[in-house]
C-alpha cells in the first residue's frame, strides 16, 4: 500500500495563500496511462484550494506526446476525476490543440537568440528528443555538453540548408543574461532564486515534438489564467527553467506549490510504469473515493 504524505490537506496552503482575488489553479495529466494515487493527490490538493477559496480549477490535457497519447486515457482521466467528486471550470485545454501558439514562442525565443538548432544524432541525445515532450519526473542524467551551442549562424544555416535534421535547445547561459536575476515563489520553500544553469541546455522542440514540455506548461499556465501551479516536487527543479522563460516571453509568473510526493512502501515515486496502483484499479476493487483519500491522507 502505497504511505501517507506527511503534508497536511490543501487548507494548510490556503491559509499562506497572499491576500487578493482567489487563486486559479489546475491539474494538467498526460493520458499516456491510467491515473494512479499520486494523480488523485495533486487534483484533489489543487481542486480543494479552489473550491474553499471560490477560486477557479482547470482542467489540462497535455497531449502533445502524440507517440504515447491515447484516447482511452483521456476518457478514463474525465471518468476517473468525476468519481473523485472533481469537477472543473470551463472547457478543457487540450494542448494538441494549441501548437500555433508554441511554435509562435519558438519564434520569439530565436528572434532574442535563447534557442540554438542542435544537430548532434547519437542515441542518447535522441533519447533526450524523444521524451522532451514529457514532464522531466526525476533525474534526466548529464547535461548536453553544449557542442552545437556555439556552430555560428552561418554554420547553422548551412547544415539547415542542407537539410540536416536538428532540434531545438534552450542556451541557458544566453537565457539567463538577457532575463537578468529572476525569483519566484513556492509556498513551501519560500522565495527561490533562479538558477536556470542548474536546468542545462534542455530540448525545447525536435523531431516528432513539436514543443517540449518546459515551453508548452510555462505557456499553458498564462493562457489559462493560472495563479497557482500545485504539482509535484519532483517538478521543482523545472520551474527554474520556467521562469526565465516567463520572463523572456512576457508571462505572468504564478505561485508555486510544489506537493510532496506519494511513495510506495519502499519510499519510491509511484508512476504509471510501475503500474502503481491506478484509481480504476482501485475502483473495480471495490474501494471508494472516501477510501482513496483516506489512503493519501485527504481525508
Ligand atoms: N503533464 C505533466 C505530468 O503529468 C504535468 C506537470 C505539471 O503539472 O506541470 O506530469
Known amino acids: 500500500m502505497p504511505r501517507p504524505v506527511e503534508e497536511k490537506p490543501a487548507s494548510e496552503g490556503l491559509a499562506q495563500h497572499p491576500p487578493g482575488p482567489p487563486p486559479t489553479t489546475?491539474?494538467?495529466?498526460?493520458?499516456?496511462?491510467?491515473?494512479?494515487?499520486?494523480?488523485?493527490?495533486?487534483?484533489?490538493?489543487?481542486?480543494?484550494?479552489?473550491?474553499?477559496?471560490?477560486?477557479?480549477?482547470?482542467?489540462?490535457?497535455?497531449?502533445?506526446?502524440?507517440?504515447?497519447?491515447?484516447?482511452?486515457?483521456?476518457?478514463?482521466?474525465?471518468?476517473?476525476l468525476a468519481w473523485l467528486g472533481i469537477d472543473w471550470d470551463g472547457p478543457v485545454r487540450r494542448q494538441s490543440e494549441h501548437l500555433a501558439s508554441y511554435t509562435e514562442a519558438l519564434e520569439e525565443l530565436s528572434r532574442l537568440g535563447a534557442i540554438y538548432p542542435c544537430f548532434c544524432i547519437d542515441a542518447e541525445v535522441r533519447a533526450e528528443i524523444k521524451r522532451a515532450g514529457a514532464a522531466p519526473h526525476g533525474s534526466e542524467g548529464p547535461h548536453y555538453p553544449g557542442t552545437c551551442r556555439d556552430l555560428g549562424r552561418q554554420e547553422q544555416n548551412r547544415r539547415i540548408?542542407?537539410?540536416?535534421?536538428?532540434?531545438?535547445?534552450?542556451?541557458?547561459?544566453?537565457?539567463?543574461?538577457l532575463a537578468g536575476p529572476l525569483t519566484w515563489t513556492d509556498r513551501k520553500a519560500g522565495r527561490v532564486e533562479a538558477d536556470v544553469l542548474a536546468v542545462g541546455d534542455v530540448i525545447m522542440a525536435g523531431r516528432d515534438v513539436a514543443t517540449s514540455y518546459h515551453l508548452a506548461v510555462t505557456l499553458d499556465d498564462h493562457h489559462q489564467g493560472v495563479t497557482l501551479v500545485t504539482r509535484g516536487w519532483d517538478l521543482f527543479g523545472a520551474t527554474h527553467l520556467h521562469r526565465v522563460l516567463q520572463a523572456l516571453l512576457g508571462l505572468r509568473?504564478?505561485?508555486?506549490?510544489?506537493?510532496?510526493?506519494?511513495?510506495?512502501?519502499?519510499?519510491?515515486?509511484?508512476?504509471?510504469?510501475?503500474?502503481?496502483?491506478?484509481?480504476?484499479?482501485?475502483?473495480?476493487?471495490?474501494?471508494?473515493?472516501?477510501?482513496?483519500r483516506r489512503m493519501i491522507g485527504l481525508e
Open 26 to 80: 489546475r491539474f494538467a495529466p498526460s493520458p499516456t496511462g491510467y491515473m494512479h494515487l499520486g494523480h488523485a493527490y495533486s487534483a484533489l490538493v489543487s481542486w480543494r484550494v479552489a473550491r474553499e477559496t471560490g477560486g477557479r480549477f482547470y482542467l489540462r490535457i497535455e497531449d502533445i506526446e502524440r507517440r504515447r497519447c491515447r484516447p482511452t486515457f483521456e476518457q478514463a482521466i474525465y471518468q476517473d
Open 161 to 177: 540548408r542542407a537539410g540536416k535534421a536538428h532540434a531545438l535547445r534552450i542556451d541557458v547561459r544566453k537565457a539567463g543574461t
Open 253 to 292: 509568473t504564478p505561485i508555486y506549490h510544489h506537493h510532496p510526493m506519494i511513495t510506495d512502501p519502499n519510499g519510491l515515486r509511484l508512476a504509471k510504469r510501475n503500474r502503481a496502483v491506478t484509481l480504476r484499479g482501485l475502483r473495480n476493487a471495490r474501494k471508494s473515493p472516501e477510501d482513496v
